[in-house]
């Protein structure tokens, strides 16, 4: 399979706990992005890499949001201290270039905290 | 006001009816995407549009930049097409994505 994987797919944590999502995106795309979903809406943005380099973080990242991709292959999202309003889905996607290229999506880690 | 408005945020259809979804943007945009997702959270890409009009099988997305809107058609609906559609809009920069509210779409056999 070539596509876009996340691990895990469903994390249960209690409050204060600090989680790491993975994201192995298609391997020839140097884009990859993480998006965040709650409960009934569209996702939201919260940050991108070119290769290595992070680009851009949303405003919605707070310093408990740490994301790297260090040999810009596979990504990290982690999550300190977490709190109960970071339940959500996150979404990893990739894509080879901006403008005119398709974002691939994974299956997403759901995250519940209780 | 969100930048990427859809209607309606739910859509009842009976199996054979053609239904039509719709995106108002307010951002300049490099492209427009429409997504789908189905219950379990995976999300498959279903057009790109820049201009123009796209069809894949009974899927036909059309766009109008100087409107700035574009609709989703679904020609012959079928229980399958259950889900929920997203659109989304890649910046004039051509980087993330902004998304709709998504519809969620329910075909009745």
């Known amino acids: 399979d070539t596509g876009v994987s996340q691990d895990p797919r469903h994390k249960i944590t209690k409050r204060g706990q600090n989680v790491t999502f993975r994201c192995d995106p298609i391997?020839?795309?140097?884009?990859l992005y993480w998006y965040r979903q709650t409960l009934g809406q569209g996702p939201e943005f919260l940050t991108y890499f070119q290769n290595e380099a992070q680009l851009e973080k949303s405003r919605l990242l707070s310093d408990r949001f740490s994301a790297e991709r260090p040999k810009g292959s596979f990504s990290t999202l982690e999550i300190q201290r977490t709190e109960q309003g970071d339940s959500a889905m996150y979404l990893c996607?990739?894509?080879?270039?901006?403008?005119?290229?398709?974002?691939?999506f994974g299956p997403g880690t759901r995250l519940l905290v209780l | 006001k969100n930048e990427v408005e859809q209607s309606p945020q739910n859509l009842t259809a009976q199996e054979g009816e053609f239904i039509t979804i719709n995106c108002s943007y307010s951002?300049?945009?490099?492209?427009l995407h429409w997504l789908q997702q189905h219950p379990g959270g995976g999300i498959v890409s279903l057009f790109m549009l820049s201009s123009g009009k796209k069809k894949h099988g009974r899927l036909i997305a059309t766009i109008n930049i100087q409107e700035k809107h574009s609709s989703l058609h679904i020609t012959a609906s079928h229980p399958r097409d259950s889900a929920v559609y997203i659109c989304a809009v890649e910046g004039a920069a051509g980087n993330k994505l902004t998304f709709g509210g998504g519809t969620r779409v329910l075909v009745k056999p």
């Open positions: 391997s020839e795309h140097n884009r």
């Open positions: 951002v300049g945009i490099s492209a």
């Open positions: 996607a990739s894509s080879w270039t901006s403008g005119q290229g398709d974002q691939y």
